[in-house]
T-cell receptor, first 115, second 114 residues
């Protein structure tokens, strides 16, 4: 199957700092990527849909100025958590849509801990 | 509104016994249904999907699921559980049109005991 990577796999930061998480499709081009957030022992909640070359579409209740998404190439989308606070601590998972295979592949996730 | 329900937080089964993880959905239009498995601190791994055609779908690792339109269900099954099947299982639905954004159920933790 296709491979989607995320970097870093885990990050610890101080409150007030910004953190960037990368999502890469390694062997296919992804015009669409999705960012999810997962709280402990809970389900995945879609945060936003990232489209290459255009603005991301955010789900209701997700602050676009807080969670900046950039999809500058067909293989890379980034999520920046700005001015992070402890309540932003979570497991962030991306997925990339392979249009040729009409499938969606998930990254391994990034665990963010804000102190 | 589109939604997915997994009524059981946890399912316990003895190794070698059959297992069922339940999922029901509510969507307008034709659903695209998926099952994913998640191991601790890992992303999601695809198990199987239903798009159209045969209601019984076979997937990875011996899992299968049956689409039941009248009951709006898509239960995950396996004839003989393994301890290594212990993980968190998510049912998801995609809105009509293909592999668009997924709506996930709350997840069901499967515990297979030796």
């Amino acid at each position: 199957g296709a491979v989607v990577s995320q970097h870093p796999s885990w990050v610890i930061c101080k409150s007030g700092t910004s953190v960037k998480i990368e999502c890469r499709s390694l062997d296919f081009q992804a015009t669409t990527m999705f960012w999810y957030r997962q709280f402990p022992k809970q389900s995945l909640m879609l945060m936003a849909t990232s489209n290459e070359g255009s603005k991301a579409t955010y789900e209701q209740g997700v602050e676009k100025d807080k969670f900046l998404i950039n999809h500058a190439s067909l293989t890379l989308s980034t999520l920046t958590v700005t001015s992070a606070h402890p309540e932003d601590s979570s497991f962030y998972i991306c997925s990339a849509r392979d249009h040729q295979r009409n499938e969606q592949f998930f990254g391994p996730g990034t665990r963010l801990t804000v102190l | 509104a589109q939604s997915v329900a997994q009524p059981e937080d946890q399912v316990n089964v003895a190794e070698g016994n059959p297992l069922t993880v339940k999922c029901t959905y509510s969507v307008s239009g034709n659903p695209y249904l998926f099952w994913y498995v998640q191991y601790p601190n890992r992303g999601l791994q695809f198990l199987l999907k239903y798009i159209t055609g045969d209601n019984l779908v076979k997937g990875s690792y011996g899992f299968e699921a049956e689409f039941n339109k009248s009951q709006t269900s898509f239960h995950l099954k396996k004839p003989s559980a393994l301890v290594s099947d212990s993980a968190l299982y998510f049912c998801a639905v995609s809105l009509s049109g293909g592999y668009n954004k997924l709506i996930f159920g709350a997840g069901t933790r499967l515990a297979v005991h030796p």
